[in-house]
T-cell receptor
Framework: EPEVTQTPSHQVTQMGQEVILRCVPI?????FYWYRQILGQKVEFLVS????????KSEIFDDQFSVERPDGSNFTLKIRSTKLEDSAMYFC?????????????FGPGTRLTVL | KNEVEQSPQNLTAQEGEFITINCSYS?????LHWLQQHPGGGIVSLFM???GKKKHGRLIATINIQEKHSSLHITASHPRDSAVYIC???????????FGTGTSLTVIP
């Protein structure tokens, strides 16, 4: 069964460093999303992406964040200068179009630790 | 403001018990997701609902659009059902989902 994959599973970085989190969505999906979950808190929406551009973003998704679909398969989240409060689990998700649009399939997550 | 409230926050049940987890939300929605999150952190989609009722194995999800309420039921609960169950809603406008804080379920053998 097709699934969303994410790499790495765990990333440790120093404050101020840039990180890139990678996701491979399900191949025929058209909508892509990033979420984050700070330890002990609820999942929060970061950004949605469709047709090679951001379709919606939350207030969390500030200028430190960017997303890209560099090729036909990868979907990346970049944090330019990490802060301690960026430590969280980051989930990628994708969804199909039409009547399947609302059903999102989640990746296993990348745990980001900023020291 | 889009609020998603789940109850209870924590639930402990004996194996075999019937379990109900509730989700209430404050705005009109186009879809509601029930998700399962295991201790390792991974999230699995259980149901996507826009109306009515869906059943998959021992899991049943219902939604009442007028009352802005959904329930997730687990019949004949088993220790492997132990996880955090999360409700997420997509408002009628916009792409994003808003998540509840989750219900932590522990099923004791």
């Amino acid at each position: 069964e097709p699934e969303v994959t994410q790499t790495p599973s765990h990333q440790v970085t120093q404050m101020g460093q840039e990180v890139i989190l990678r996701c491979v969505p399900i191949s025929n999906h058209l909508y892509f999303y990033w979420y984050r979950q700070i330890l002990g808190q609820k999942v929060e929406f970061l950004v949605s992406f469709y047709n090679n551009e951001i379709s919606e973003k939350s207030e969390i998704f500030d200028d430190q964040f960017s997303v890209e679909r560099p090729d036909g398969s990868n979907f990346t989240l970049k944090i330019r200068s990490t802060k301690l409060e960026d430590s969280a689990m980051y989930f990628c998700a994708s969804s199909d179009w039409g009547i399947s649009y609302n059903e999102q399939f989640f990746g296993p997550g990348t745990r980001l630790t900023v020291l | 403001k889009n609020e998603v409230e789940q109850s209870p926050q924590n639930l402990t049940a004996q194996e075999g018990e019937f379990i109900t987890i509730n989700c209430s939300y404050s705005v009109g929605i186009s879809a509601l997701h029930w998700l399962q999150q295991h201790p390792g952190g991974g999230i699995v989609s259980l149901f996507m609902l826009s109306s009515g009722k869906k059943k998959h194995g021992r899991l049943i999800a219902t939604i009442n659009i007028q009352e802005k309420h959904s329930s997730l039921h687990i019949t004949a609960s088993h220790p492997r059902d132990s996880a955090v169950y999360i409700c997420a809603v997509r408002p009628n406008t916009g792409n994003q989902f808003y998540f509840g804080t989750g219900t932590s379920l522990t099923v004791i053998p």
